[in-house]
């Protein structure tokens, strides 16, 4: 078989995902759970087979292939068609996106059983693997598209399917209105992110008229000098598109609230994949990014400040999901910042290590909040306001969660940086370019990774560590098979991960070189490899110091909170970052929205505009036409006409005698004139 | 040759004749005679086609008057035709006493 | 004057004298007979005219067969004499004065507008007016207005058969 033979296969990569979203949206609701979710399973499955199978055939030809399918949009100038991109980068994340997807689906049958049951709806089982289908299909449009605009659908498709997920539940949480608030945030300030992107694309296309990633490229690199600047705002606004999907600052924020979506779908969307689609559309633009001139240090700056912000708020959680969000929000500033300072390779290796581990953390932490909801049933507890969520109610479950503890403590570590685990190795990669670039990066990126792995240290010890601080946690017990499987396989990735960029190998590197051309290989910076490990240690041992040699109690405040001070408070308020926003856009908003609605629509529009000048108006003008114009002029003149025209008529009719000969007599006169004319002319 | 003769002479009796049908026409109540005086108005006429032939040496005039009398004989079929109706209806040829048309 | 003029006027005159005769003559018998007196004076002018063909048909058809459907219906009727007492005063004089202007202006036509036509009539080839010649000029250049008259008679034919059938017969 050759590379092209597999290369053409290519479009099933998408196909598959979006049969099975087909099929679970007509049939979903007739096959049983198992069956829907198998479906969905099976294509994301059968996707990774073609991704695989994508990967033999760069092995084969490493140059790629852009699979045509079908012209697209032709107006004027803008031509775009539906082509797939096949690079080593596009197939990197088909890898990963299908291969962690599909753990996850695996995963999802089972937490889902449960969950729709404590939810109290089980009808809706089959919804959530239509969403999730959707979500993969647009997914792999994002990945192997060939243009922005082709991109762009899939972005879009994200979106859409994030939000359908995060407010899966959307009569649930606070006031019964919380998770379609979260939705809603989420997808309100996507929309901010996207509206850079579409300027971004409307200033490729003005400039280079062209939309497909491959022709901007070259053009750019032929144009050399002349086209800097135009790289530089398409790369700006392309990272404020970055900026919103990947929950940078200042978009980060609806992030933590997407945790109100089941935890399979915080674990794929918001953790593994979608969040990652600005990281890699950055990577795919690395061209333009070379160059540009302001752009990367911006990022590179902002990636550093989010990734540090992120991770003291998370120090400050008791929600072990938010932990996890803001955890992963300060990964993604950790990948930007990489980006930023030109390192891509590591970028993308971070993307895919952190896939694997935060994936990970995610579903072994929903295995745990479902344990503990389970324990809170089984045990029967009293209790109203029981957050199941909430590590201030749980602890010990080391003995009582085997194999999720040990799945945890796996990604925890992993996500500290502990050698071998492959946290460690893609955080290094980032570190020791930066360390070369933008010391001010590094040493931001330092201590925010000293921070992750205190925050992972206090998650563990407070989750797994001590005693049970509920009866729910006491009677927690081991998640199904179904879930507990793919936790084993993704911790395998997890410990495994860090060998696809192994120091001295490279091998993610020299693959990716196909793609990003010259990059260079980065070096194992020894001193900062032992660094960093210390930091991670110490900063264990701190959390241990805190929360482990003396579990705290139930109600007792954070061991923090007292010797911290006011960055406790600040750090526990989130810097006040949603405050700061409600104050300045949401209430402005409001008001300006409620101001539209009761003075600019209600009383202008409505009583004057509406009811006064148009309808008062046209009343009067119509009693004005009506009586005066119709009654007096227009219908008085049609009853003229009409009497003039009838007294005309009887008029007339004394002509019309009935008498032969009278008409006789005309013809006769008209004879006579007729030839007086023709005598006289 | 008709010395002495000449198109003026044609004319004028012809128009003397047309002119005495028209009157017929509209003195007359009785309809056959009324349709007599019409007749006697084609006769003027042809009168006149023949002149021209004659003046111009062209055969079409002559060709003229025979179809004027195919007309004429068909019209005096059909108006005798009606006249015949009429008087079935009315009892009467008198043109005067039909005038259901008065306006 | 010549003899050809002679016989001219005095066909004339008759033609003139019968026509005022068949006007004013009460009895429609009369009438028809004078109009037959008219034709024939007519006919005699055609005749003059160097027409003779047209002056036969005249003859044939004018006073044989039209005149006779004339007084054939005059009889089937029993309508001599219809007029009534109830006269038109107005009408009357209209028709003399209109009459009157009319003769005024054909002479005008006919004597002050002559134009090239103001000669007397000259000689002309054989055959002219006779029969063959205008038999093939009717069958050759008026071949299609000829078969149009025959429908035309034939509608007159139906037409006339229709009027005249009686309404009790539907």
Redesign the interface.
């Known amino acids: 078989m050759t590379a092209d033979t597999l290369f053409s296969l290519a479009p099933l990569v998408i196909l598959f995902p979006l049969l099975g979203f087909v099929f679970n949206l007509v049939a979903g609701r007739r096959i049983s759970e198992r069956g829907a979710g198998i479906v969905a399973s099976a294509a994301v499955g059968l996707a990774f087979v073609i991704a695989i199978l994508q990967f033999v055939a760069l092995g084969l030809d490493p140059a790629g292939a852009t699979i045509h399918i079908a012209e697209w949009i032709a107006i004027g100038e803008l031509e775009v068609d539906w082509a797939l991109q096949i690079d080593t980068l596009s197939v990197t994340m088909l890898l990963m996106v299908t291969g962690v997807g599909g753990l996850i689906h695996i995963y999802a049958i089972g937490y889902m059983h449960d969950d729709v049951r404590f939810q109290g709806d089980p009808s809706r089982f089959p919804r959530f693997f239509v969403y999730f289908s959707l979500f993969m299909t647009a997914m792999l449009i994002l990945v192997t598209g060939n243009s922005y605009l082709t991109m762009f659908v899939g972005w879009e498709g994200v979106g859409l399917s994030s939000y359908l997920l995060i407010s899966f539940w959307y009569e649930k949480g606070e006031n019964g209105i919380g998770n379609a608030l979260a939705g809603k945030k989420a997808f309100i300030v996507n929309r901010v992110g996207d509206l850079g992107f579409i300027i971004a694309m409307l200033i490729t296309f003005w400039f280079f008229g062209t939309l497909t990633f491959e022709e901007v490229f070259s053009e750019a690199e032929a144009m050399g000098a002349a086209a800097v600047t135009a790289a530089t705002a398409i790369t700006l606004f392309l990272f404020v598109g970055a900026a919103g999907k990947s929950a940078q600052i200042p978009l980060f924020v609806w992030l933590p609230d997407a945790m109100a979506g089941p935890t399979p779908v915080s674990a794929l969307i918001h953790a593994a994949t979608m969040v990652t689609a600005g990281i890699y559309m950055l990577v795919r633009n690395a061209p333009l990014l070379e160059l540009a001139t302001v752009t990367p240090n911006v990022i590179a700056i902002v990636g550093a400040a989010t990734a540090l912000l992120a991770a003291s708020i998370a120090v400050a959680r008791f929600d072990i999901k938010r932990v996890l969000a803001y955890s992963t929000i300060s990964q993604l500033g950790f990948m930007i910042a990489a980006v930023g300072i030109g390192a891509y390779v590591a970028a993308i290796f971070h993307l895919v290590a952190h896939a694997f581990f935060k994936a990970l953390l995610f579903l072994s932490a929903g295995s745990v909040i479902q344990g503990v909801e389970h324990g809170h049933h089984h045990a029967d507890s009293a209790e109203e306001d029981f957050n199941p969520n909430d590590m201030r109610v749980m602890g010990g479950l080391r003995t009582r969660m085997k194999v999720t503890f040990w799945v945890y403590l796996i990604g925890a570590l992993a996500l500290a940086g502990i050698p071998p685990l492959a946290g460690f190795f893609s955080k290094d990669e980032i570190l020791a370019d930066a360390s070369h670039v933008n010391p001010a990066v590094y040493w931001v990126l330092v201590l925010a990774a000293f921070l992750t792995a205190f925050y992972m240290g206090r998650q563990v010890l407070m989750v797994f560590f001590g005693k049970p601080r509920s009866k729910a946690a006491e009677a927690t017990k081991e998640s199904p098979a179904t879930m507990v499987a793919p936790l084993v396989a993704l911790a395998v990735l997890a410990v495994g991960g860090g060998l696809i960029n192994a120091p001295g190998l490279l091998p993610l590197t020299r693959f990716l070189q196909e793609t990003l051309a010259g990059i260079e290989e980065p070096e194992f910076i020894a001193a900062i490899a032992i660094l960093t490990t210390l930091l991670a240690l110490a900063s264990i041992g701190l959390a241990w110091l805190l929360y482990g040699r003396r579990p705290i109690k139930s109600r007792a405040p954070d061991p923090l909170q007292s010797r911290l001070g006011p960055v406790w408070i600040a750090i526990r308020h989130r810097w006040w970052v949603d405050e700061f926003y409600d104050w300045l856009i949401v209430r402005r908003y409001v008001s300006m929205a409620r101001w539209l609605a009761e003075v600019a629509d209600e009383r202008f529009l409505h009583d004057w505009v509406h009811d006064r000048v148009i309808a008062l108006g046209y009343v009067r003008a119509t009693h004005w036409l009506a009586s005066v114009l119709d009654l007096r002029f227009i219908d008085r003149g049609f009853d003229g006409l009409g009497a003039l025209t009838r007294r005309g008529a009887s008029g007339l009719g004394v002509l019309q005698t009935g008498y032969v000969r009278n008409y006789a007599a005309a013809v006769f006169i008209g004879l006579v004139l007729v030839v007086s004319y023709l005598l006289l002319s | 040759m008709i010395p002495g003769v000449s198109m003026i002479h044609i004319l004028i009796l012809s128009g003397v004749l047309f002119t005495l049908g028209a009157l017929g026409v509209l003195i007359r109540r009785n309809a056959i005679v009324m349709f007599m005086s019409i007749e006697l108005m084609l006769n003027a006429a042809n009168l006149a086609f023949v002149g021209f032939a004659r003046s111009m040496g062209a055969l079409s005039g002559q060709v003229f008057v025979f179809f004027v009398i195919a007309v004429a004989a068909a019209e005096v079929a059909i108006g005798l035709a009606l006249i015949v109706a009429v008087y079935r209806n009315r009892g009467s040829i008198d043109v005067d006493m039909v005038s259901d048309l008065k306006g | ?2 003899v ?2 002679a016989i ?1 006027l005095g066909l ?1 005159v008759v ?2 004298g019968a ?2 005769a ?2 004013v003559s009460r009895n ?1 018998v009369y ?2 007979l004078f ?1 037959v007196i ?2 024939f004076a ?1 006919a005699v ?2 005749l ?4 003779a ?2 002056a036969m ?2 003859v044939a ?2 006073a044989g ?2 005149m006779v ?2 007084l054939f ?2 009889m ?2 029993g ?1 001599e004499n ?3 007492e ?1 006269r ?1 005063p107005w ?2 004089a ?3 004065v ?2 009157y ?3 005024i ?7 002050v507008l ?1 134009g090239d ?9 054989d055959g ?2 006779g029969p063959a ?2 038999g093939i ?2 069958f050759k ?2 071949l299609v ?2 078969e149009v ?1 025959s429908l ?2 034939l ?3 139906v ?3 229709v ?2 059938r ?1 309404e009790s017969s539907r």
């Not at chain 3, 003059?48 to 027409?51: G, I, V």
């Open positions: 004057m010549t050809e003029l001219f004339a033609a003139v026509s005022i068949m006007l429609a009438s028809a109009l008219v034709l007519i002018l055609y003059l005219l160097s027409a063909f047209i048909v005249q058809v004018y067969a039209i459907l004339f219906v005059i089937l009727l309508t219809v007029e009534s109830s038109r009408q009357f209209a028709a003399l209109l009459s202007v009319l003769i202006q054909f002479l005008v036509v006919a004597i002559p036509f103001g000669g007397e009539f000259g000689a002309l080839v002219f007016g010649s205008i000029l009717l250049e008026y207005p000829f008259t035309l008679l509608a007159a034919m037409g006339a058969i009027l005249t009686r």
